[in-house]
């Protein structure tokens, strides 16, 4: 590896001479000293800071707090320790915070015209300098692109994007001397090891190499070095990875040859802003994409950077916002950890960028107010001054339906809601590495609670006794497979037989998607991939009918195959079971599900049989009751299970589903979920306890049209009638069933027959 | 019954008659037709309130909120079905809101002098009236003292004890034909059920009979019925029940012959204030207790109610108040169902009269204040203008140790409290019919939230589909058994071989309690019934040592036996597993620890054996780490369970438990219990993630001392030493360990040795 490197550098700093030509090295120096600091903060936009001060609440609360912070670490006088420990050991965690106290004392510097800020910026820095320009590479083995600082070059490049920020802040306090000093022993060499050196981390189209590009760029606007911000927008040139091989996760390194930071916007983000790995991970790759953009637009005007792509990395805030729910944690969809909200400092960026350089969208003001803290920058300034001024509104989610793929043609993901019931559907590509076999599955919530779960990750990120902190080894064994979603698995095998490079080629197709409708919320996407041979049409709607207490969810999955399979369709719970019209058994010993595919993780706690054509289940959770109501076939077993068998250390969470397993070929899979009523212990009152369906039937399922009918506990009838194919809202249809005639316009309708 | 019931009227009416020479009928009538309302609201009472209404903001939300409720019951119309549903059906919860609107409405109408609210009084009761006189028992047959209006005598009760304030407010509205009428046909009937027929249930000490006598009281204090009164303050004359007879619960029907209003005061209070079923049938037993008082305070103020056996009731509403945790969440000793709190409405009552017949504990207040709401009568008013001044402080919990017992010679529970860190321990009598068998367990809050748990009841009061709402089977399979609790199980037989007789005989006993130093709150307590042959002392110290982040729990258990045993002491904690430094393994199949006195209901999934003579334990709950550290011997069994096995309807909650097992006979448990840092989804950062204690050590266990050595994470020693003889705060204790002596005065020292 340190033999490739050093050819990487011999051929870059030839690209780099050749640059220089035009600008001599001290005019560089001498323009550039004049105008620092010019990548977040700026010369104009301090001054207009240093104006307001006291009168901007939101900006003075943050910046007292930023003080008070750093008060405290100068306080505690500066620690550069050797690099030994894995995520959340002590020497990762100093770095890491070493690395936000430089860039929030930089600010404090600009903004408070203190020396003490700068002072304990440049200290920090030459100590960095002292101990980078003799350190190996971490001693911890486990990544595929070991960095110096930390075990990971990606933590490396986190301390760079942070690093450059306090260098261009007290850039102008530090003479000639010390500035070359900590370029030529600390940036360049940091910035080519995350880079030249690292090209399998760099040289990517991936949420690490986004950070390593943006990294490598905003040191190269403050040094103004080209050479390092074309290699930041670029790649390095002439560097080509092997195409197959692959990184820790199992993802590629890179297939396309594609890498720099522009090729990062270009292929993640869908034309609507839908990032290919998920929310938790378009959060963690926010914050780069964003500050590096901010830097290239103060510094760079020229490239209009927000402009990109029909401006997809403002369009990116909003779907991100939107792909949270009422409390703004977002969907855990792929890997992601739950808890993670819009209150974490990447979208406080996010958020205050998308005001100051979008349309000042007086919504993101009161997502700004709860977060209770600005960026100390321009942006973060604008919006103190919205807030101030009075012009928040709230911040309103709507159902939305967000294409993935990097032309918006690789399937999507749709949120329905309406009132506090959400809906999230997940009919995209493969998700890059961190990717799950998921096709058509979706968790449900209802204000801000979970009530059918999506999983997320098998990882306790940062805690160091889990793994390191690290992704466990169930991850792969359990919260990547089908079996652990709301979704159909086939034969216990999970879609694509749980192999990437399958899955990596195929997605979900949209069937349509229609949100115009208030009582009738409504999503339908089909996958023809994930079982050769079989395919899957699942439709989701939120109806609001005056005849029920809350929105209701419909669910129907219809299932086509020439053979016979073995369907199972599981529903992820949360809370305690209060009634099943069906009987079941309970073993005296529990045993796993299955043996593979993470079947081998779920215990069978219970296995019964409907006892009509329909089977219903009801719950309690955080006080409020929920019941599904299916359509069964007296040969269905009814299972119930819990997470956390073959678990040795106990890394799952054991909580409970309630699995349909059917023998069919093709067959229909249709679902009432109701939450209704509540229950206090304080006051002990059970209110609307029970299920206001009384039957829920499939009408009719053929090749062309689909219908169900609700009966309500009033003897009210509701039916669902769906075309099968043709999807244009102009298209009227006509379907017989029995004697009667149905006919309306466009994909579905929803009618009350009585 | 019929029968017996029939001989008892006779017997009492020739009472009723004799009591009446002295006051004829019309008498009573006019006196008490001037001075209604006088049972709850007071006509002086009412004109004081009216002249405040507006400007009590507490007072005035509370009314307009019943008005508006009660204006809504009015819209609804007056529904007097005939019963026939357990709790949570539908005539259950009919008659049960119909009760509370019939006392709300009489409220309505003397504060607003709106005639619709006395109407809609009127005709409800009418219809009862109508309903009544012909009504058979109850159809549902669980009870072992059937109502009419409810399938139990209790809530036949509950009904009375509203509705004769309802009755109150209405009685001048009312012709004297119509009470007759009502009180013929309808009151007095309705107070003979559920007395002198129902002597079971009405002739105890029992928080049944509580009821039973409070609304034969009220009835007649609002009748001027002297007889009915004294039938509430005294019992039924003359009536002597089986003393080894049994109720539903396996309680004793009238062990020792004690009946009546007075005599429900005396026995299950101690001169604490602890009730000895616990908080949560204290809370539900607090209404009628104080309700009844108000009005015998009212109306027979010569009773001197408040001031009986020295004021008991309102100092068992500190002591209620105190059994809460942060939250105000009542502690679930014994049957408890979590969730209840002093937002219910029965602490409403409780509060208000504390406050106004009590001396005007300002720290009341702020409880009011966060009850949001206040009794529409004097004691109200009281609160609502105490708030009105800003007098509200707040009520400051502190470390508490309970008296148990008539006499307080039955034990007790301590509750130590040091920052958020809070500590129940359980060293009472058995607790009547509700009682569990835990000898010397305890639970851990922090901050309100359950730390270490005590499970609890088993049941879902009032919700149908579980059980009719009523005690699972579970509850006694289960939730009383010794093992459901964090306390020793001695060779898997519960405590009293769990028999209720023998249980009921014995209690354990305070050795010391101490909450005079601030940094170490300590409580130890004996037990030696339990298991006949072994003594059992634990000993409890919340100590705040500044070389802790935050005050942690030492626990020692000190177990005495001649003979050789199996000890198994659980740890029922929450949360997921971060780290045990014991290894273990994990089972491929799940079974149960065993066969009966609970361990059928525990899977047991994973054991191991200790590497060293510490055992470490750490998880993580709710964004907080937690770490028990244990001294432990080589052959321990660690055993890690779940709750849930022959749980054949899912009604027990699938909570996880730390268990060690030892067999010996004499043997020490020594262990820490430290919380610890933070973890938080949305920063991924893990701040003090490990457990502080590096070793612990049983430096000394002998017959007269037991000395803990805890070594800290910086190498520091600390010691807690305890006299096990002689807990005279002047006592000098001099104990040799090793080459080292220690002095000290009193029961024990804490010390920090280097």
Redesign the interface.
Known sequence: MKKISYLFTIVILGFASCKDENNSVSDIASNSETNHPNLILTKSGVEKIKSQLGSIPIFDKSLAKTKEEIDAEIALGIETPIPVDYS?GYTH?RHKRNMVALQKAGVLFQILDDEKYAKYVKDMLMQYEEMYKTLPLHPKTRSYARGKLFWQSLNDSNWLVYVSQAYDCVYNYLSEEERNKLETNLFKPFADHISIHSPQFYQRVHNHSTWGNAAVGMIGLVMNDQELIDRALYGIKGVDLDKTAKDDDGGFLNKDGKAGFLANIEEPFSPDGYYNEGPYYQRYAMYPFLIFAEGLHNVKPELKIFEYKEGVLLKSINALLNLSDADGDFFPLNDG?????Y???ALVTAVDISYHFGTHDPGLLSIASAQDRVLLDDSGLAVALGIKNGKAEPFNKKSINLSDGPNGKQGGVAVLRNEEIELVFKYAAQGSSHGHYDKLSFSLYEDGEEVIQDYGLAR???????GG?NYLKENKTWAKQTIAHNTITQNEVSHFGGKYEVGSKYHSELYFYDDTNPHVQIVSAKEANAYPGTELHRTFAIINDEDFEKPFVVDIMNVNSESENQYDFPYYYFG????TDFQY??P?????LGKSFGYQHL?K??EGKPLSDNAKF?W?NHGKFYTITTTSDATDNLI?A?I???????NL??E?AFIIRRHAKSTIFASVIESHGN????????VN??SSVSSLKVAYNGENYTAVKIEDAKGKIKMLLLANNGTSNKREHILEIGNEEYKWLGPYTYITIN
């Open positions: 959340g965690v950890q739950k808890g993670m909200s209150y974490t400092s306790f990120v940062n805690i160091e006794q889990k902190g305690q079971i209060m009634k058994t309970v005296s010993e529990l045993k796993p215990w706690e219970a009801s309690l119930l819990r956390g068998a073959k678990d040795p250390e106990f969470r054991p409970p229950y206090s212990p304080v006051s002990e009152s059970a306890a029970y």
